[in-house]
């Protein structure tokens, strides 16, 4: 391997790898393959599109040298943004709710940008970000971009944010052998369900791809949530429309409670040496009840989108 320009040009290129000991010890039929994007240089898989989307604003002229980026985050978009923007000279503001991890908070700090914490709607608590926090953060973002003037990224709605997330499609085919059937990705902004499945829908026209969303708000699945409810899987399940879901690449939804990506984000990393987060247990958890059914006997490939270390604040690795 070659001397790198900078620590940019080790974004992506992830190992994959056969989580063959959870298979056998849950006596499964099948494969699961784990994409370890937490390997990304900010431990996680956003990464990819805070370069993509910084490079394409670059390209369509509509990021000015020097100009202050600003974006709402749940932490991860907002570390890979620190990253990208400190190493090409962009000063970055993250605006995050205060109901996330305090290590993405600190992450985010350490590359150099500065952290706006939102403060949660009155039915929230800490470590459950709700579609009501998420619209507090996007405000305060949508204001302080206006009075700096700051180009805001916009992940929702940035198309860049899926064709980042294209390439890990391709990797996970080709490190595959093209042996992928399946693949089940949790619901965030939808650009990481959008492009891998159009990835793999491209080599494998069909392959099945499973959208992940918490048990509690089964939004996509057309099942109505209790009132009130809420889970703790960060990052995701907004209980909102997004603009990059096709619903057409769907195939079926599967629900997952906070228990069990919780003890499978444990299991993960005591059985398979993992650390991964709360959204990648949720993965596998999708990924061992699709080989219990209608994927028994086949290939599921899931991402592992952040670290573990992300989470020790909270209750996750007591």
Wanted: glycine share 10%.
């Amino acid at each position: 391997m070659s001397i790198m320009k900078s620590v940019l040009e080790a974004i992506g290129n992830t190992p994959l790898v056969s989580l063959e000991r959870l298979v056998k010890h849950w006596n499964l039929d099948g494969r699961i393959l784990a994409k370890l994007d937490y390997l990304n240089p900010t431990a996680s898989k956003k990464d990819r599109i805070a370069l993509g989307m910084i490079r394409d604003a670059e390209r369509k002229g509509v990021l000015k040298p020097g100009q202050t980026v600003i974006e709402e985050t749940s932490g991860n978009t907002g570390n890979g943004l620190a990253l990208v923007c400190s190493v090409l000279g962009y000063p970055f503001i993250a605006v995050m709710s205060k109901g996330n991890s305090v290590e993405r908070v600190r992450v985010s700090r350490a590359l150099g940008a500065k952290v706006v914490l939102v403060e949660q709607s009155p039915n929230s608590k800490p470590g459950a970000v709700s579609s009501d926090d998420l619209n507090l953060v996007m405000n305060e973002t949508a204001r302080l971009a206006k009075e700096l003037g700051a180009f805001l990224v916009g992940q929702f709605e940035n198309s860049s944010n899926a064709t980042a997330q294209e390439i890990t499609g391709d990797e996970m085919w080709e490190q595959s052998g093209g042996t992928i059937d399946a693949i089940a990705d949790f619901v965030g902004t939808g650009g990481g369900f959008a492009g891998i499945a159009a990835s793999i829908k491209r080599h494998n026209p069909n392959a099945h791809c499973y959208l992940v969303e918490p048990e509690d708000v089964p939004y996509y699945s057309g099942k109505k949530a209790e009132e009130g409810a809420k889970h703790r899987i960060q990052g995701g399940g907004y209980a909102r429309e997004v603009p990059f879901l096709d619903r057409s690449l769907i195939t079926d939804c599967v629900g997952v409670s906070d228990n069990e990506a919780m003890d499978c984000a444990r299991i993960l990393s005591s059985m398979e040496g993992i650390l991964a987060g709360f959204s990648s247990g949720a993965h596998i958890a999708a990924a061992k009840k699709l080989l219990e059914g209608p994927e028994k006997g086949k290939t599921i490939a899931v991402v592992m989108c952040d670290s573990g270390l992300k989470y020790l604040s909270t209750d996750l690795f007591p």
